[in-house]
């Protein structure tokens, strides 16, 4: 029980507060996110509510990390990722995704550019996150109202 405890324990220290993700962690989840299922179970919500409500076209996921959702994006139309840790985007070069490296602060890309914007585990670890939001509105398309 104490060794369960210090493992669980061990694997907050290294998520929480850290900007970016301890290599250890990122492989661990590289291995674990495509069966896991934490990971399964937040894609299914994630690419159903892209199904039912997002607009088709270019699919930004910001905060991409070792790249499981993004993968699993391809087939809602073209899809990139970004993150600031070049080892979580090495993960996703294995998987053949298309991938950036960068800060949501200041996104490569240019106004109007995507239909949907992802943000998982992503605003809630930024300190500055109107400023973060303000920098996804400006490469998220407008909607377009159909009445």
Request: glycine share 12%.
């Amino acid at each position: 029980m104490l060794r369960q405890a210090a493992s669980v324990q061990k694997f907050v220290g290294l998520y929480h507060g850290s900007a970016h993700l301890e290599p250890e962690l990122l492989s661990r989840f590289f291995q674990l996110e495509d069966h896991h299922w934490w990971f399964t179970g937040r894609r299914r919500i994630v690419l159903d509510q892209i199904e039912r409500f997002a607009p088709l076209g270019r699919v930004l996921d910001l905060g991409c990390g070792t790249g499981g959702t993004l993968a699993a994006l391809n087939g809602t139309g073209p899809s990139v990722g970004i993150d600031p840790s070049a080892e979580a985007l090495g993960l996703c070069r294995v998987r053949g995704l298309n991938v950036a490296l960068g800060s949501g602060m200041q996104l490569p890309f240019p106004d109007d550019h995507f239909g949907t914007v992802l943000a998982l585990d992503v605003i809630e670890h930024v300190d500055d996150d109107v400023g973060l939001l303000r920098e996804v509105r400006r490469v998220l398309r407008p909607m377009v109202s159909s009445s």
